[in-house]
């Protein structure tokens, strides 16, 4: 077992890939504990790997280019069924605008409920306009 790359992230935590007898993981260390993030299954990722780590860069640039390549192939699953926009920025928004939709969801939904106990019960004094007391 080998230590391929490595970066810290925050004090006492760090990620790592490992080369485990060819398998290769990418793991997240703490003082306490090191938990599994995901094994590069990709033969051309491993490739890169492997050939970046014999140049002459630093762990940490190696680290980067590694870890940006597997990110490149995850594909978020977006709950619309929608495909995210190829630009960042757009993406980004699309992200917002389904945040606020859902939000607006929610309000009405409390706001139908709201007037269904006002409706139900318009005498009872343990009803305020912020909801149950």
């Given at each position: 077992m080998r230590v391929l790359s490595s970066m810290p992230i925050a004090p006492g935590k760090q990620i790592q890939i490992l080369d485990v007898s060819g398998?290769?993981?990418v793991v997240g260390v703490s003082d306490n504990s090191v938990n599994l993030i995901t094994e590069i299954?990709?033969?051309d990722i491993k490739e890169?790997?492997?050939q970046s780590k014999d140049?002459?860069?630093t762990p940490e640039d190696n680290?980067?280019?590694n870890l940006v390549s597997q990110i490149k192939n995850i594909h978020f699953k977006f709950p619309t069924g929608d495909k995210p926009s190829s630009h960042p920025a757009e993406a980004e928004e699309e992200m917002i605008e389904e945040i606020k939709r859902r939000q607006v969801e929610r309000l009405k939904s409390i706001q139908k409920n709201r007037a269904k106990l006002r409706s139900d019960s318009p005498s009872n004094p343990?009803?305020?306009l912020f909801g149950e007391v």
């Open positions: 398998l290769l993981f299954t990709s033969v890169k790997i492997f140049t002459t860069h680290f980067i280019v343990d009803i305020s």
